[in-house]
């Protein structure tokens, strides 16, 4: 039973125009949201991430925006570029009587076009 | 600085073997995670060392797998007697402090195949 959901699994955009990578979670103890970014053959590396008493942050290109009610995230990407082109994972994890421990959705490759 | 690293980058090992995959993490950090990624899968989280607390072993799949972190340093993970369907990428990835607030510093992985 997957708590958070990447139901996309890949996208296609092209250069210059906006990504938005789509994030579901299941669980109301997830209090604080992470992207990771991931190329070929190395590690997961930290992006952006959000806590729950916001529902915007943005850093440069990038820019989270939080749903609680509807318990989703989404990722923006603008413009995007063709460095960009990776797999990207939504992670969350509950703080205050929750876990310690990130969970991840499976990721959704993007490819950005020139 | 030093990243997070992991060896060897690559096993392969016939069913039935005994593997063991390192992890040395960002010095500093008490906080230690080791993920699975199988082939168009997500990250499975296996087992999470903090300080000197009892790790959680809650995400081990079976008996097969244990790990240690020696000196809160270098971890370990031992896979005995592999079976095909431990083949996957197995991720380390170390945090600065305890607690859910924290990026994760990932290493590159180790990729193992089970013939």
């Known amino acids: 039973d997957q708590q958070v959901k990447q139901n996309s699994p890949s996208l296609s955009v092209q250069e210059g125009r906006i990504s938005i990578l789509n994030c579901d979670y299941t669980?109301?103890?997830?209090?604080?949201f992470l992207w990771y970014k991931k190329y070929p053959a190395e590690g997961p590396t930290f992006l952006i991430s959000?806590?729950?008493?916001?529902d915007k942050n943005e850093d440069g290109r990038f820019t989270v925006f939080l749903n609680k009610s509807a318990k989703h995230l989404s990722l923006h990407i603008v413009p995007s570029q063709p460095g960009d082109s990776a797999v990207y994972f939504c992670a969350a994890s509950a703080g205050l009587g929750g876990s310690y421990i990130p969970t991840f959705g499976r990721g959704t490759s993007l490819i950005v076009h020139p | 600085g030093a990243g997070v690293s992991q060896s060897p980058s690559n096993k392969v090992t016939e069913k039935g073997k005994d593997v063991e995959l390192r992890c040395d993490p960002i010095s500093g950090h008490t906080a230690l995670y080791w993920y699975r990624q199988s082939l168009g899968q997500g990250l499975e989280f296996l087992i999470y060392f903090q300080g000197n607390s009892a790790p959680d072993k809650s995400g081990l799949p079976s008996d097969r797998f244990s790990a240690e972190r020696t000196g809160g340093s270098v971890s370990t993970l031992t896979i005995q007697r592999t079976q095909q369907e431990d083949s996957a990428v197995y991720l380390c990835a170390s945090s600065p402090t305890r607690g859910p607030y924290n990026e994760q510093f990932f290493g590159p992985g180790t990729r193992l195949t089970v013939l």
């Open positions: 959000i806590s729950s008493i916001k």
């Open positions: 669980n109301s103890m997830f209090d604080y």
